[in-house]
T-cell receptor, first 115, second 113 residues
Framework: DAGVTQSPTHLIKTRGQQVTLRCSPK?????VSWYQQALGQGPQFIFQ???????QRGNFPDRFSGHQFPNYSSELNVNALLLGDSALYLC??????????????FGEGSRLTVL | QKEVEQNSGPLSVPEGAIASLNCTYSDRGSQSFFWYRQYSGKSPELIMFIYSNGDKEDGRFTAQLNKASQYVSLLIRDSQPSDSATYLCAVNKGSGSARQLTFGSGTQLTVLP
């Protein structure tokens, strides 16, 4: 049973560029959340997708956008990259029916470096 | 005040000792609470969740929740060198199944052989 898979694992961009990160949720999961983890910090919630719609959003600017596809996979797009966007981007999947105690499974992350 | 605060580390304990990790949260409406372990360079993995006041035990791990004091803790008994990692406390802010976890900054634990 494949877990949460993310791609690419590492990437380097320059300021002002755009990046797209991809995530395939754990089999059977229908909800995908994205988190940003800066070095030495805990993950910060970016947004969550369910039924191809953004259901909740954290305190991130509109430069951060996403999409969920009919097969539940998801993309995170970041435009006009800033140096401060350098971080580990984590995708997490869950099952909506599992409720508040349902486990959130994290992928291994995409490490973005902005130069 | 941060929404989720963890005791500042790093924390070092000898092998076989009890490691105590603490966390406080500011939102009284928070419903469920999670402890994640994150090894260096890896993604967080769930250790335990708790949503009722009191203690919850799972093997060497015990989570404690006191909603009146807005306090969550994790005890690791018989600590092993393999327990050396960063431990993240997370609180569910979302309603129903729309979970939005707010994480603390983590406490780095080192278990000395």
């Amino acid at each position: 049973d494949a877990g949460v898979t993310q791609s690419p694992t590492h990437l380097i961009k320059t300021r002002g560029q755009q990046v797209t990160l991809r995530c395939s949720p754990k089999s059977g999961h229908d909800t995908v959340s994205w988190y940003q983890q800066a070095l030495g910090q805990g993950p910060q919630f970016i947004f969550q997708y369910y039924e191809e719609e953004e259901r909740q959003r954290g305190n991130f600017p509109d430069r951060f956008s996403g999409h969920q596809f009919p097969n539940y996979s998801s993309e995170l797009n970041v435009n006009a990259l800033l140096l401060g966007d350098s971080a580990l981007y984590l995708c997490a999947s869950s099952l909506s029916l599992a409720g508040v105690t349902g486990e959130l499974f994290f992928g291994e992350g995409s490490r973005l470096t902005v130069l | 005040q941060k929404e989720v605060e963890q005791n500042s580390g790093p924390l070092s304990v000898p092998e076989g000792a009890i490691a105590s990790l603490n966390c406080t949260y500011s939102d009284r409406g928070s419903q469920s609470f999670f402890w994640y372990r994150q090894y260096s360079g890896k993604s967080p993995e769930l250790i335990m969740f708790i949503y009722s006041n009191g203690d919850k035990e799972d093997g060497r791990f015990t989570a404690q929740l006191n909603k009146a004091s807005q306090y969550v803790s994790l005890l690791i008994r018989d600590s092993q060198p393999s327990d050396s990692a960063t431990y993240l406390c997370a609180v569910n802010k979302g309603s129903g199944s729309a979970r939005q976890l707010t994480f603390g900054s983590g406490t780095q634990l080192t278990v000395l052989p």
